[in-house]
């Protein structure tokens, strides 16, 4: 059964960084995109960032370039998000999600994403 796990959240001061990670289980993660999202409260789901399935393109919302960086590791099935110099709009529910295919590209449409992990909470307060 396919299935994705977040984790790594939690509360952080502003200024401070978080690791979260995406674990896939069922089946590997070399054919899929994978991306970012999250949740914030009163907004929308919004795009944060995604990897193509070999890591070869990334693409980040305006709102975390240059404090956030992506990347994965095949070997582990694993997938992650490094987030520094964190902000209190920041916070909201993260999800993973992703996609298959093979291309060297990825997007931040969150109707491109069929499979969704759980989502983990990350709050950034003082």
């Known amino acids: 059964q396919l299935q994705l796990v977040e984790s790594g959240g939690g509360l952080v001061q502003p200024g401070g960084s978080l690791r979260l990670s995406c674990a896939a289980s069922?089946?590997?993660?070399?054919?899929?995109?994978i991306g970012w999202f999250r949740h914030a409260p009163g907004k929308e789901r919004e795009g944060v960032s995604c990897?193509?399935?070999?890591?070869?393109?990334?693409n980040y919302a305006d709102s975390v370039k240059g404090r956030f960086t992506v990347s994965r590791d095949n070997a582990k099935n694993t997938g992650y998000l490094q987030m520094s110099s964190l902000k209190p709009e920041d916070t909201g529910v993260y999800y993973c999600?992703?996609?298959?295919?093979?291309?060297?590209?990825?997007?931040?449409?969150?109707?491109?994403?069929?499979?969704w992990g759980q989502g983990t909470q990350v709050t950034v307060s003082s």
């Open positions: 999600a992703i996609i298959g295919t093979l291309q060297p590209m990825c997007g931040l449409t969150l109707d491109d994403y069929p499979y």
């Open positions: 990897i193509s399935s070999r890591g070869f393109r990334t």
């Open positions: 069922g089946f590997t993660l070399d054919y899929y995109a």
